[in-house]
């Protein structure tokens, strides 16, 4: 069982990336995936979450209008499309999966920290930096 992050590099900032999270050894159909990044010295922040079962989606405030979620079911991964980077935005991207869960709580002031381990899955980061 298995969560793989991906798509990270080096880019300039204003330009673009798309993230996968792919899972094997499960399916995604009864998850929610978030999406968290963490940048150094600065506390986890949650981006994005989907459902895979209703396709239900929240995004931050930071992640809102530039950032778009989604899934391709029959390749069991999950997106992240990144758009207008900023040098800030430089961090470690994670994924992660809940059984059963609901993005609703990252809407409700549930704790980022609390959302992130009361995850399932996580799968290893990947390095996201942008130049100025």
């Known amino acids: 069982v298995q969560l793989q992050a991906s798509g990270g590099g080096l880019v300039q900032a204003g330009e673009s990336l798309r993230l996968s999270c792919a899972a094997s050894?499960?399916?995604?159909?009864?998850?929610?995936i978030g999406w968290f990044r963490q940048a150094p010295g600065k506390e986890r922040e949650g981006l994005s979450c989907?459902?895979?079962?209703?396709?239900?989606?929240y995004y931050a405030d930071s992640a809102k209008g530039r950032f778009t979620i989604s899934s391709n079911n029959a390749k069991n991964t999950v997106y992240l499309q990144m758009n207008g980077l900023k040098p800030e935005e430089l961090a470690v991207y994670h994924c992660?999966?809940?059984?059963?869960?609901?993005?609703?709580?990252?809407?409700?002031?549930?704790?980022?920290?609390?959302?992130?381990?009361?995850?399932?899955?996580w799968g290893k980061g990947t390095q996201v930096t942008v130049s100025s």
């Open positions: 989907i459902s895979m079962r209703d396709g239900v989606t």
């Open positions: 050894g499960f399916t995604l159909d009864d998850y929610v």
């Open positions: 992660a999966a809940e059984r059963g869960g609901s993005c609703n709580k990252w809407s409700s002031g549930t704790s980022t920290d609390s959302i992130y381990y009361s995850m399932d899955y």
